[in-house]
Nanobody, 119 residues
């Protein structure tokens, strides 16, 4: 079930920057956690970064110091600012959110956006 809208992917040279965004519909509220995952060809999907409702962040070791995750609760949006991009960052990037609903927790995924780092 795809309900998150992603944008910002593209082709960039090594050392370049991109900023990804992911917006949840206004009908989705009480977002607990939002995160970014990526999946390269022939690889497992891996966590890149996530941010909790209290704005606690964590990052994969491979992106620490280069990527920054942030969220705008009023806009239901999470961002991933990516700097000093490397070819090994090439992957499809997916956003995910965990939402509190009366029945418990609900998970949503974005459609994926391609990031290609190549000269």
């Amino acid at each position: 079930q795809v309900q998150l809208v992603e944008s910002g992917g593209g082709l960039v040279q090594p050392g370049g920057s991109l900023r990804l965004s992911c917006t949840a519909p206004r009908s989705i509220s009480s977002i607990i956690t939002m995160g970014w995952y990526r999946q390269a060809p022939r690889s497992q999907r891996e966590l890149v970064a996530d941010i909790t409702s209290s704005s606690i962040t964590n990052y994969a070791d491979s992106v620490k110091g280069r990527f920054t995750i942030s969220r705008d609760n009023a806009e239901n949006t999470v961002y991933l600012q990516m700097s000093d991009l490397k070819p090994e960052d090439t992957a499809v990037y997916y956003c995910r959110t965990i939402v509190r609903i009366p029945q418990g927790l609900k998970f949503y995924w974005g459609q994926g956006t391609q990031v290609t780092v190549s000269s």
